[in-house]
């Protein structure tokens, strides 16, 4: 008998297609139904107790088994009215991609195992480094997230700052290393910081503006004061487009700021990257070409499928200083072209392929037009709410709304934004969030869903006012 591992051709053909479908409807029922879970979760638990995996099953049952259960057993990425944390409704190009890179599972850690894969992703990775304004040095490489690009920027700037740092650490610094990002970057800074060596105290979260952005001034004093204690500052990380709130951190200060100390300027555009598919809208992030290091995550604005990052630069000779490595059963070593040189990971998924089918079939102008429309819809909805007596607390060029409800007291803020919050959540016809910009409580609503329409914005602003008015 066949194992249940490794199966024909002829069996392969029917589970997928039965799959394809079976997708199809979940996205339809998913749909129609509650943005989050609705499904019993105890009962899950013993179900899932019961595989124990000494008894085996067949493959089609259980596929159908997950994919029901998932159908209602997670907030739900793909529901037009889920207006989340920049987690997309993947684009369907991407989704193929996925399905290409598992039938076929390239190694794409050399270019010799993998010529085609490896192309296509350095032409990708080349294409966008090249729009973000590094011109011909535009490099890097494909990451599993914002986190793991934004990691490979500390590296990289501890490793430029003093090249013993590759062989004694942290130690070989004459002082503490310094990283500077603002109290609205994402935090997962600190993580970095740690997993570094550096230790978390080493990030330096410089005060805003009022307005969610890094405030120049405070930044300049602070790597000031540093300086005399003795301290080493080795990098300054903007935001651009920040999680919160969608602001943008003065990129060209911070540049005159890096430069004048000879720091790193990484730029953190996790989300908000995606605005230089737009040619009408690249003052927003008018600065950025001057970064040593770009973050852009593919799988928020880009809407590809989850796990794909990247790490853009046009210092290919210091990603190879933090990376290089030996290794004897390696078929290759060059870092113009082995991935397992230059970056974090060695072997590697084709992950980039996902950016690569979706912009080949789109076109950068399928994404200015999946961009706009996400602006169009947050102003239509911010609209809709300012004559209710609500108030819009940031003031973003993007998808992102921070929204304040109607109260008479200050004190009160913060129960009554939990209370909507909470209450859109159960309700589940919508997903919506709290979040905390300058320091004080707000809903905060983005659009993720390139099928979200005028309808879907409209039901969520007639519910907020609703629950606004009690
Ligand atoms: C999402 C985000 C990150 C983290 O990226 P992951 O892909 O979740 O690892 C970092 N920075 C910003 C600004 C983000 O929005």
Known sequence: MRSPLFVSAAQRQTTDDWLSHRLTRALETIRAGKASPTLDLEGFKEELAARNFEHPEALEPLLEWTVKSMENGA????????????????????????????????????????????????????????????????GGHFTSGGSEANATAVACALTRALPQFADNGCRAFSGQPRIYVSNESHLAWLKIAHVSGMGRR??????????????????SKQIDSDLASGDVPVMIAATAGTTNAGMVDPLERCSELARKHNLWLH????????????????????????????????????????GTGMFLTPHLGTLEATFHAKASYMPSGDAEVDYYL??????????????????????????????????????????????????VANSSEMAVTCLVPPVEKTEARALRVTEIVTAVVEQGNAWVSVAIFEGAPVIRVCITNGNTGDDDVDQLATELIRLGAH
Not at 88 to 111: F, H, K, T
Not at 344 to 368: E, K, M, N, T
């Open 75 to 138: 907030v739900q990425m793909t529901h037009p009215r889920y207006f989340g944390l920049f987690n997309p409704a993947p684009s369907y190009p991407s989704e193929c991609a996925d399905r290409i890179g598992a039938a076929l599972n390239p190694q794409i850690c050399v270019l010799s195992h993998a010529p085609v894969a490896v192309l296509i992703e350095q032409h990708v990775i080349r294409r966008v480094g090249q729009r973000v304004g590094f011109g011909e040095k535009a």
């Open 202 to 219: 080493a990030v330096r979260m410089i005060s805003t503006d009022g307005s969610g952005r890094l405030c120049a001034n405070a930044l």
């Open 342 to 391: 230059t970056s974090l990971q060695w072997s590697r998924r084709f992950s980039g392929l996902r950016l690569f089918l979706a912009l080949a079939a789109g076109g950068w102008d399928a994404f200015a037009q999946h961009i706009r429309r996400g602006q169009a819809l947050i102003r239509r909805l911010n609209q809709a709410l300012v004559v209710e007596g609500w108030v």
């Open 267 to 306: 730029v953190d555009a996790a989300w908000g990257g995606a605005l230089i598919a737009d040619d009408s809208q690249a003052l927003i992030l008018r600065g950025i070409e001057l970064a040593d290091s770009v973050t852009i995550d593919a799988h928020k604005w880009f809407a590809t499928t989850m």
